[in-house]
């Protein structure tokens, strides 16, 4: 039964799926450094127990196939923006990376002016970090060298590093599937694989892109992800993804044509700021099982994992913010019931380290 799993078991997948050790309460990573970076392991340990159902310490590196991953989203400053004490701001992206603990996946966000609405290079937003002033000549496209270097930083942990595109805010949207297939390239030359004199990463290659589309129209995205899958396949140096983060209400208004035409990896649901969030949890109105059921019967991608999407504070949503502990039964309880699922999604970085 769910409730012998989640008293019992947990849930815990094969070691193919999740590679945990036991972690001691008695000692913590750290535990003789400075207050600000025992700090931060003993946030890195209180996420990663809480991922892995309360009881595991999660040491793995990225496996798109585990039930244990976590997922941050970096780059807004969202505790920032809800007036939090300035000391706690976001800090710079090799500040999270300092462990291979937590976060499994960094999410950059955002990538918020593109192609129709830029009507050339495209631009970028990470709000306290990167200076506004810091573009590339004749251009509104950021420059962001120490960013890289904390792309770097993250891969060598074993985080995948995606570039999000979109947002609440920002312009951005096709006319076409031509349109949309020439963004593929652009956004390839800049971010991934290819070549430009204009990364604003430098060097850095991420590991993949996210839609989190939440304006203009649903156009093109499917044509996007199908050119930009094409060129990943020229790549044989390393793996990328492709990532969607639609609002709980299924199917999403704006990315729920494109998650039945294209493949997808993975599928951070936001699962805040609606009446399906996990405030609901226990209720008709949490739609968990909607979403695994379109990964089983309608996904392009059957091995697609769907990821509970949650605020990382009490300021970081209007609503759908839930204390740790209920959260630990509803991850138990999801593990067990949806083999879909993936782990759980933040919003934001600043959020999770301020709380």
Request: net charge neutral; proline share 5%.
């Amino acid at each position: 039964s769910t409730l012998h799993c989640h008293i019992a078991t947990r849930c815990h997948r094969s070691p193919a799926h999740t590679r945990f050790h036991h972690a001691k309460t008695d000692t913590l990573p750290g535990a003789n450094e400075p207050p600000m970076a025992r700090a931060s392991h003993v946030l890195h340990r209180r996420l990663a127990l809480l991922l892995t159902g309360l009881i595991y310490y999660a040491v793995h590196a990225f496996n798109p196939y585990s039930d244990s991953n976590l997922v941050n989203y970096w780059g807004q400053n969202s505790y920032g923006a809800a007036g939090g004490d300035p000391r706690l701001w976001q800090k710079p992206l090799a500040e999270y990376c300092q462990t291979s603990d937590a976060e499994n996946v960094i999410v950059l966000a955002f990538l918020n002016v593109f192609n129709s609405a830029s009507r050339g290079l495209p631009r970028m937003d990470l709000s306290n970090q990167c200076d506004p002033g810091s573009v590339f000549s004749g251009t509104l496209l950021l420059h962001c060298p120490a960013t890289g270097a904390g792309v770097k930083q993250c891969q060598s942990k074993g985080k995948a590093v995606l570039l999000s595109l979109g947002g609440a805010a920002g312009a951005y949207g096709f006319s076409n599937d031509a349109e949309a297939t020439d963004f593929a390239h652009m956004i390839w030359n800049l971010f991934l694989g290819g070549s430009s004199a204009t990364r604003p990463l430098d060097d850095a290659v991420l590991d993949g892109v996210d839609l989190d589309i939440e304006g203009g129209s649903s156009i093109g995205y499917p044509a996007f992800i199908a050119e930009l899958r094409s060129l990943f396949a020229t790549d044989t140096r390393k793996k990328y993804y492709i990532s969607a983060a639609p609002q709980c209400p299924f199917p999403d208004s704006y990315l729920g044509v494109t998650l039945q035409k294209a493949w997808v990896d993975m599928v951070f649901v936001q699962f805040y700021n609606n009446f399906c969030g996990t405030q609901a949890f226990g209720t008709f109105s949490f739609n968990f099982e909607q979403w695994d059921n379109w990964a089983k019967t309608a996904a392009i991608n059957k091995d697609v994992k769907i990821y509970l999407g949650v605020p990382a504070s009490r300021t970081a949503a209007n609503a759908g913010y839930i204390t740790p502990e209920k959260l630990g039964d509803i991850i138990d309880a999801l593990r067990c019931k949806y083999s879909s699922f993936g782990g759980v999604m933040m919003w934001d970085a600043s959020q999770a380290y301020s709380n």
